[in-house]
């Protein structure tokens, strides 16, 4: 049996692995989210508002709660096709904290004061999860569609002139992404069974791009990778004590300046999987 | 049977005209060529039939249907696929998911989906016939941008074919290659126009659009100047005095 | 009321100024969204109170503040931006993140993690006009902006380092090709990005009368607002968004509940971005943002 103490840093990996995946899917097309955050928090007052005050079982109430979001998310994608690199992270950055301060608002689920009554779920659950998530995601990058998404993130106008609807492939990774971020936030809320605003703000927003651009932002086990590492690292450093924030700052300018590409890359998985050469 | 047809095309940027009533046509099962000094509009034309750009009036057929007002991809979708002027390869992917990503899309859209091995064999056997015809299997999992000039070029018409255009429209395809490599690929056009691919290329290359075209217009301007066959596009004092005389000069 | 809420407000939005024009320094220029400086400014607020907390005067507390945190955006140019300076966007980007968390966590360790008071008789000194008290500490925040401001505005649009700024901000390849010293402007941006965040620092702890270190990244988000509404192409659109917003705000919390201030902020950067992307007072613009 698991210590509870490892039982609480593994359940936050696989949260920050789905949230790291939801960008993951919207970074695949060339569009950096900042604001996953906020698709996060509306899955994770939805799915509690759903087990809490409706009485659905969790499950229902995930698969409900990523409806939501992701069409929130093709809503947020439209608007989105009019900008690029920097400025649409910036609009989604601005997206997550609207989000954030409506949530602030929303004296119905709490507003401030948060909201609880939710179940405590098991590891297990959260890792059912993350681990269906992951196995859909890796069956996706051996489609056509992922590589459709690839020819929009390389050269979104070549894209376009070798028949590809870039619009649609853009919009669909914001609904898909969305939704998997609030597969994360419920997960999230029926983990830690007190939810506030102040759980998806713009850091958490950041954890899960710097999970996936750490961990390897071209694969999708690089998500999981890099969420290990995020909740583990602080772990390891706590020898550090008072210093151990600022020793992690110093190793994630390290990785960054040493493996730009993050930890996972194709070339590193083709060699870990020993691949049968081609005839 | 006309596979593309424009008729008084006009496109202007900012008061330049850079297309004036062009009208022309692609019969089925020809090589047709557009020649022009540099400037003339050429590339223009390419990218209204592309839908890149819109034409301003005119109007523009393909397979009996009216694609003036179409998105770009839909256009490429409705059996045109094109080659570009300074290559566009997608910088990510191997010369293998080049052949696969401009292919149809499968009926049932969930199966694009699914990994290509499971689910689209059709697609296999498409990529591995492309692989063969333009030899390069030796490159099939390489970095297509990493590639020689040369090869780059293949890949992208490769690409191009995986789609199944029953119209291929080629930009300067033989731009800074070689005498032997153009002659390779005039063999390579004739080859798939024999296949019953109709095919409208632009290019500079006098000798090469001479010996491969069924057909010629000649852009100056934005405007069609003359038509024809090859020998009589060569003895029209028009062509030789906008065109072939500037260039010799 | 309404008055003193606008001197208020003008107050806290000159602090959004400086820091909008620290940030978009950085990213009007270099494409680089600096997240560090949220730091940067929260460390030239603790520099500069532990120079007041000295009875030293305020000059040389703006000083010290401004040097310490220009030096610390020296090193953040060189060890977290040049070496990743082709590198996809987002990762120069997440490694000025890995420098925000080192200084937070030094500020944290070197001062606390507490808030700081300044000693009340810095602030006790002010004067009415009209219905409206005014502290001597808001005319030195506003005074101080106002100088500034003026001061990068003439460096950009007078001087030959301004016109370079200009260059590499409108074309990096030409600029070069025309002789611009790339990495001398690039070191500029960097200086006076570093040099204005300190100052803003300094300037909200008189304004706030205290400082924490986890200041930077409220105020940090709120300037990234202020820069996008202003624009990054003129300096004078931080001068007027700055404000803009320190008023709304001080308003809505007076007048709507302190709640909805971040949903008006952040939704109207939305859609400045969306409607008016070059910014209130930016000139026209056709290429908007680069690839990630």
């Not at chain 1, 709660?65 to 992701?70: D, I, K, P, T």
């Not at chain 3, 200041?215 to 709120?222: A, E, H, P, R, S």
Request: hydrophobic share 55%; aromatic share 8%.
């Amino acid at each position: 049996m698991m210590s509870t103490y490892y039982a609480g840093l593994f359940a936050d990996i696989g949260i920050l692995f789905l949230g790291a995946m939801s960008v993951y899917i919207i970074l695949a097309t060339g569009q950096l989210s900042l604001g996953n955050a906020g698709f996060m928090g509306i899955g994770a007052y939805v799915a509690s508002f759903l087990t809490v005050e409706m009485h659905l079982p969790l499950t229902a109430a995930l698969v409900a709660s990523a409806l939501v979001a992701a069409v929130i998310g093709v809503i947020v994608g439209f608007p989105a096709l009019r900008l690029k690199g920097i400025y649409l992270a910036i609009a989604t950055l601005g997206f997550g904290e609207v989000v954030r301060s409506f949530l602030l608002n929303f004296d119905r689920m709490g507003g401030a004061g948060g909201f609880h009554g939710m179940k405590h779920v098991s590891l297990e659950y959260i890792w059912t999860w993350a681990g269906l998530i992951f196995l859909l995601i890796v069956m996706l990058e051996r489609s056509r569609l992922w590589l459709e998404m690839r020819a929009v993130h390389d050269d979104e106008t070549a894209a376009n002139l070798v028949g590809l609807n870039t619009t649609m492939t853009k919009v669909g990774a914001f609904g898909s992404g969305a939704a998997v971020a609030a597969i994360s936030g419920g997960l999230f809320a029926h983990h830690y069974v007190y939810i506030e605003p102040g759980n998806f703000g713009f850091e958490r927003s950041i954890d899960f791009v710097l999970a996936v651009i750490l961990g390897g932002s071209t694969v999708g086990a690089g998500a999981a990778v890099g969420a290990a590492l995020l909740v583990l690292l602080p772990e390891w450093l706590r020898f550090l004590a008072d210093w151990r924030l600022a020793a992690f700052g110093v190793l994630l300018v390290l990785v960054l300046l040493t493996r730009r590409q993050g930890i996972l890359d194709r070339p590193l998985l083709d060699k870990l999987r020993f691949r049968r050469a081609r005839s | 049977m006309t596979v593309l047809s424009l008729s008084n095309v006009s496109k202007s940027f900012g008061g330049i005209r850079a297309l004036s009533d062009v009208s022309l046509s692609v019969p089925e099962g020809r090589i047709v060529g557009v020649i022009g000094p540099n400037g003339a509009g050429k590339t223009t034309l390419f990218n209204v039939i592309t839908g890149a750009y819109r034409a301003a009036s005119g109007e523009v057929v393909l397979g009996g249907e009216t694609i003036t007002q179409w998105p770009s991809w839909r256009i490429m979708r409705s059996g045109v696929a094109r080659t570009f002027q300074n290559i566009r390869l997608f910088a990510s992917m191997t010369v293998w998911e080049h052949l696969l990503v401009a292919q149809p899309r499968q009926n049932a859209l969930w199966r694009n989906a699914l990994p290509v091995s499971w689910a689209d064999a059709e697609a296999r056997t498409r990529a591995e016939d492309a692989l063969t015809f333009f030899g390069l299997e030796q490159y099939r999992d390489v970095i297509a941008r990493t590639l020689p000039y040369g090869i780059q070029r293949k890949v992208e018409m490769a690409r191009a074919l995986t789609a199944k255009p029953k119209l291929l429209l080629l930009d300067e395809p033989v731009a800074g290659m070689n005498a032997e490599e153009a002659a390779d690929l005039r063999t390579l056009f004739r080859r798939l126009n024999e296949r019953g691919l109709s095919i409208l290329l632009i290019e500079h290359d006098m000798p090469f659009v001479m010996t491969l075209c069924h057909q010629l217009y000649v852009l100056d301007f934005g405007a069609l100047i003359a038509e024809g066959t090859p020998d009589e596009v060569r003895t029209n004092p028009l062509v030789l005095d906008a065109y072939l005389g500037t260039e010799a000069a | 009321m309404l008055l003193q809420q606008l001197v208020n407000g003008l107050t806290l939005g000159a602090v959004y100024t400086l820091v909008a024009l620290s940030f978009s320094l950085v990213m009007g220029i270099l494409s680089v969204l600096n997240i560090a400086i949220g730091e940067l400014f929260m460390l030239g607020g603790f520099i500069g109170f532990a120079v007041i907390a000295s009875n030293l005067p305020l000059p040389v507390a703006l000083v010290f503040a401004m040097a310490g945190a220009a030096i610390a955006s020296f090193i953040i140019q060189k060890v977290a931006y040049e070496p990743l300076r082709d590198a996809p966007l987002i990762t120069p980007m997440l490694s000025t993140l890995g420098f925000s968390i080192i200084l937070q966590n030094i500020v944290t360790n070197v001062w606390g993690s507490d808030p700081l008071q300044l000693p009340a008789e810095l602030f006790d000194a002010d004067f009415t006009v009209g219905p409206v008290r005014i502290g001597v500490m808001q005319v030195v925040v506003v005074g101080v902006t106002v100088v500034l401001v003026g001061a990068v505005a003439y460096l950009v649009q007078r001087t030959s380092a301004g016109r370079a700024l200009r260059a590499i901000a409108e074309n990096r390849d030409v600029a070069r090709m025309l002789g611009v010293s790339v990495s001398r402007t690039t070191f500029l941006a960097f200086a006076i990005s570093g040099l204005l965040a300190g100052a803003a620092g300094v300037l909200i702890s008189l304004h706030y009368a205290a400082i924490t270190p986890y200041i930077g990244v409220d105020i940090g988000l709120k300037a990234i607002a202020v820069m996008v509404i202003g624009g990054t192409t003129r300096v004078w659109g931080a001068l007027l968004a700055g404000p803009l917003i320190g008023v709304a705000e001080v308003m809505t919390i007076a007048y709507g509940g302190s709640q909805i201030r971040d949903f008006i902020v952040y939704g109207l950067m939305i859609l400045i971005l969306l409607l008016r992307p070059q910014g209130l007072l930016g000139g026209a613009r056709s290429d908007v943002g680069q690839r990630v």
